[in-house]
């Protein structure tokens, strides 16, 4: 997965909310979610996790990781069976976090409360090449913990000439699109799962609203995420390109493990 020209990089989807960067020899891999254990734990409930698509590799065999993120504790953006595995084939890696979720994360994984690498709102780290700055997420509004500290995040990623937006998991907000805008993200990684509260869970961006929300912060690309893991909460993602060419939102549409290169002048 050599990917070394400074004026290109590489993404893959991995599924869900799953992106993989690469960039100059380094790599950045977003809230993973590479296991069945949503679907264990629901299968005898009225809220079955029944998979749409197959794993489309295993978190051991990504043994080139150097850092990953959690967006907010909800197991596909958290999730022990693969966290755990990536930090064993990645002995260096490097994990960023929401500050305000660092006790319940240490709890979940058992790792120790000083391994995680802290982040808040407006407050940015440099890690192996990459600048990434925190924004408020609304998972289904912005949760802050006694400290005023986000509990839901999503992150802004500088690296080289380049930048991109993962929202995690999001609706759209007061001022979200204008928090994005000054960064002038060249690839907005959105949900379009939308928000049914029959669903039980909480809700994300629709695929007319993350159409919508790619234009108005002038995204390069706008690749969408958050479907076609499980059947109960899942889009259709054609709806997201219907929607895209009626806003003229530039886009993607990525299949689980595909990968897309960028280069911008």
């Known amino acids: 997965m050599a990917f070394n020209d400074p004026k290109k990089f590489k993404v893959w989807w991995l599924g869900q909310s799953g992106f993989l960067i690469k960039h100059q020899g380094n790599s950045l891999l977003f809230d993973p979610y590479l296991s069945d254990s949503l679907t264990r734990k629901y299968g005898e409930t009225d809220k079955p996790?029944?998979?749409m698509s197959e794993l489309c590799i295993s978190p051991s065999q990504l043994d080139m990781i150097d850092v990953v993120t959690s967006s907010h504790n909800h197991t596909d953006h958290l999730?022990?069976?693969?966290l755990n595995p990536l930090f064993e084939a990645n002995p260096e890696i490097q994990f960023v976090i929401p500050e305000a979720n660092r006790a319940f994360i240490c709890e979940r994984l058992g790792c120790d409360e000083s391994f995680p690498i802290s982040l808040d709102i407006d407050k940015e780290i440099e890690v192996k090449g990459f600048k990434i700055i925190g924004l408020p997420a609304a998972h289904n509004k912005i949760d802050l913990d006694e400290k005023g500290r986000a509990k839901?995040?999503?992150?802004?990623v500088q690296f080289g000439d380049f930048t991109v937006y993962h929202s995690g998991d999001t609706l759209w907000y007061e001022g979200l699109e204008k928090r994005v805008l000054k960064y002038n993200p060249d690839v907005a990684f959105l949900p379009i799962n939308g928000n049914k509260p029959e669903r039980k869970v909480a809700g994300n961006l629709s695929?007319?609203?993350a159409a919508r929300l790619g234009k108005e912060i002038h995204a390069g690309c706008v690749i969408p995420h958050h479907y076609d893991m499980f059947e109960f909460n899942t889009e259709d993602p054609?709806?997201?390109?219907?929607a895209c060419e009626k806003h003229k939102t530039p886009h993607s549409v990525l299949n689980i493990g595909e990968g897309l290169a960028f280069e911008f002048a």
């Open 207 to 209: 695929a007319e609203e």
């Open 238 to 242: 054609a709806n997201f390109v219907l």
């Open 79 to 82: 999730d022990a069976e693969t």
């Open 152 to 156: 839901f995040m999503s992150f802004i």
């Open 49 to 51: 996790h029944v998979r």
